[in-house]
């Protein structure tokens, strides 16, 4: 933990870093969040991949596609970037809370 005085330092330099270098901060800042796309994209294509590996590979091939279909499971998951979402019939999204 910082004390109040570091933290202030602190806070002005990435202050000064954000106004010197936006480019820099915007590509950090890219890299933290989740890409639900391309998480969405390998976990598809690893689906898809999951029981050619069955048919051309026979037990070996169905070691595979258990491990593809899992980690394909993960990724999609991931997508979110880990947040719990709500179920669909809970989530208040687009809608208000109390019809008036």
């Known amino acids: 933990m910082l ?9 002005g330099l990435v202050t000064l870093l954000r106004a010197s270098d936006p480019k820099f901060c915007r590509r950090v800042d890219r890299m933290s969040r ?3 796309l391309l998480y969405t994209t390998a976990a598809l294509a690893l689906w898809i991949l999951a029981p050619i590996c069955i048919v051309f590979g026979g ?3 169905a070691l595979f596609a258990v491990v593809l279909t899992g980690y394909a499971f993960r990724l999609y998951a991931k997508r979110n970037g880990h947040k719990p979402e709500p179920a669909w019939w809970v ?3 687009g809608r208000p809370a109390h019809p008036a």
């Open 3 to 11: 004390d109040p005085q570091e933290k202030a330092e602190f806070d």
């Open 34 to 36: 989740p890409r639900p």
């Open 59 to 61: 037990w070996t091939g």
């Open 91 to 93: 989530a208040t999204r």
